[in-house]
């Protein structure tokens, strides 16, 4: 774990260590290479990391919250796009495990061998319409860790759709950073092969937005993290007016506040859910569910935001550190900074902030008509 994080149990220890090893034995930074990012993602399944926190009913891994957190923001440090993309696998598994239907393709996430991109259907970016039982429309913006992936959409009213890769047409997007993300748009064809498309009903679709919350700030307090490590250690070996640049004051000041916006993002991220009333913290269960109504989801989007937003200014400042190196590809201080800016737009935290700002008053999501 970072030197900024909680304490951990000697399990979660060793999952840290594991995973830093196995960061370590494959030393690559990430493209969209289809076969690289397929391939990690099916090593980390193999691993017992890619589903790690979902329900062991459903095939998953059972660990609980702070767990599960810690693995994501290992991923983070990391490949950032392979720990949001096994977030959004960890909320398909929780919405479609208990369905008989999904049995097979449920097994497949676990294996990394099928990809599930999570989309709030309340998002701006998401422009899809039923009629006369057809679904049509496009969605701007999906980051899948694939390139055939499944789309998943959590509806406003308990409701989700499953779409196929069969039904859809997908174009890759430009980005500044995630790499290994293989992002994408979708439309889906005029003509919806049979059997492509799923509705389903009472779904908990406030856990699985939770859920998405609780990885993505885990993911990007990893970025956060790495990013104040390679400001450190280049300070420290860096030696400028016959010393190195940590005994300038200013330089000491500015990797502190770094530490320090670090630490808070990883608390923000490791309690994102808060809802063990009963004292029993980390259970070992998949430790998702009620959070609460409204305040739960005041909460996870607070945590979200909050890490989200200490990634990038922890980024930038880091890169300041490294002065002029920092906007040289050979220092991965700059790369942080691309991934912070791209997971916070894949998370769509600015859709869920006005999404939740009406629900606290007591409406629901802004309809088209209304917008227009």
Known sequence: MSRFGPALDEEQRDLVAMLDAFVADHDVVLS???????GLATELAELGVWTIGTDERHGGGGAGRLTTAVAMERLGRAWPALGWAATQAHAAVDVLGGDDRFADLVAAVHTAAVAIAV????????????????????????????EAPYLLLLGDDDTAVLVGPEAMTTRPLERTGLGGALTRSVRLKDTVPAGAVHRMGNVDVGAARTRLRQGAAAVAAGIAGAAADAAAAYAAERHQFGGPLTELPTVRQSLLDQAMRTSVALAVAFAADESDEDGEGDRGDSGVGNVGGVGGSVRTLAAVRHACDAAIEVAAAAL???GGYGYLAEYPVERHLRDAVSLRAATDTQAATALTART?????????AEAS
């Open 320 to 322: 300041q550190s490294h």
């Open 32 to 38: 969209d290479d289809a076969d690289v990012v397929g």
């Open 360 to 368: 606290l008053v007591g409406l629901g999501p802004l309809r088209e």
């Open 119 to 146: 989309v709030d259907a309340t998002s701006p970016q998401v422009r899809l319409d039923w009629s006369a039982d057809a679904l049509s429309g496009s969605v701007d913006r999906i980051d899948p860790a694939a």
